[in-house]
């Protein structure tokens, strides 16, 4: 990760790479099911930042796929989500909440979270790699 700023002992940070839960959802129905807020115990780990087309079964696959971390906090504060990168859609769930979404897969966006209580939460993404006619790269590359 760059870091776009120095920590601070009052602003501290903390990397959230490594590995994370991960499941492809070729059949699409993870919002239908909720898996934001019931995540699928048939998952794998992945590691990220990575690309999951560099792991063993997933080299030709397009489409979606969801990750979750769990994350702690000491106390009660605010705090600052960024992603450096999420490779085309991106939604970001915390705690079953929808954060916001993000299309784009070479810029970085982040979320806010005013007064997060002290305990750990449940931090999930949903990215769609799908390309089409519309998106950068557009559906005929290799």
């Known amino acids: 990760m760059l870091r776009t700023f120095r920590e601070h002992h009052i602003r501290t ?6 590995p994370w839960e991960f499941i492809k959802d070729s059949g699409n129905v ?8 019931r995540f ?3 998952s794998q780990s992945m590691y990220v930042p990575s690309c999951w087309n560099n792991e063993l079964n ?11 971390k769990t994350i702690h ?5 605010n705090i600052r989500l960024v992603f450096h990168a999420v490779l085309g859609h991106a939604n970001v769930y915390l705690d079953g909440q929808h954060l916001g979404y993000h299309y784009g897969g070479y810029t970085p966006f982040e979320f806010v979270i005013p007064s997060l209580s002290a305990g750990d ?5 949903r990215t769609d ?3 089409d006619r519309l998106t950068i790269p557009t559906e005929h590359v290799d």
Do not use: C, I, M
Not at 13 to 18: K, M, W
Not at 30 to 37: N, R
Not at 73 to 77: F, K, S
């Open 40 to 42: 699928p115990h048939a």
């Open 73 to 77: 906090t000491q106390e009660t504060q």
């Open 121 to 125: 939460h449940e931090l999930v993404v």
């Open 129 to 131: 790699s799908t390309l």
């Open 13 to 18: 940070t903390e990397l959230l790479n490594g």
């Open 30 to 37: 993870g919002l239908q099911e909720k898996w934001f807020e």
């Open 58 to 68: 997933l080299y030709d696959y397009e489409g979606v796929g969801w990750y979750r």
